[in-house]
C-alpha cells in the first residue's frame, strides 16, 4: 500500500528542538520534490519546506534559519529538523510527494504544539 507515515511530533517549549520524519512506501518518489506542510486551527495549509532529488531545498520565510529538511533517498525518507520553535510554529505537519506518475501523496499528520 502506498503511503507516507510521519513520526516525531509533540509537546515543546518555545526556543526547543523537535526533528519530524516521513517515511514512504511503495512510492517511486524519483527525484521528484518531497516536502513539509503545516496547517494551524483556522488557517490555510501552507509549504513550510521542500527538497528535490539532487537536494535543493527551499524554505517559508517564518521558518528560514531555524528549519532544516534533509532526505535519504535509499530510504525514501524526508526529515524536518525543527529549532528555535516559537508558539506560532503550532500545527498539524503533513509530509507530501509524488511519484514518478504525478500521483500526490500526503501523510496522515502530526501534530507539533508549541508552548509559550
Known amino acids: 500500500q502506498a503511503q507516507l507515515v510521519e513520526s516525531g511530533g509533540g509537546l515543546v517549549q518555545a526556543g526547543g528542538s523537535l526533528r519530524l520524519s516521513c517515511a514512504s512506501s511503495g512510492i517511486i518518489v524519483g527525484n521528484n520534490l518531497m516536502g513539509w506542510y503545516r496547517q494551524a486551527p483556522g488557517k490555510q495549509r501552507e509549504l513550510v519546506a521542500n527538497?528535490?532529488?539532487?537536494?535543493?531545498?527551499n524554505y517559508a520565510d517564518s521558518v528560514k534559519g531555524r528549519f532544516t529538511i534533509s532526505r535519504d533517498n535509499a530510504k525514501s525518507t524526508v526529515y524536518l529538523q525543527m529549532n528555535s520553535l516559537k508558539p506560532e510554529d503550532t500545527a498539524v505537519y503533513y509530509c507530501n510527494t509524488r511519484d514518478i506518475w504525478s500521483r500526490s501523496y500526503w501523510g496522515q499528520g502530526t501534530q507539533v504544539t508549541v508552548s509559550s
Open positions: 527538497i528535490g532529488g539532487s537536494g535543493s531545498t
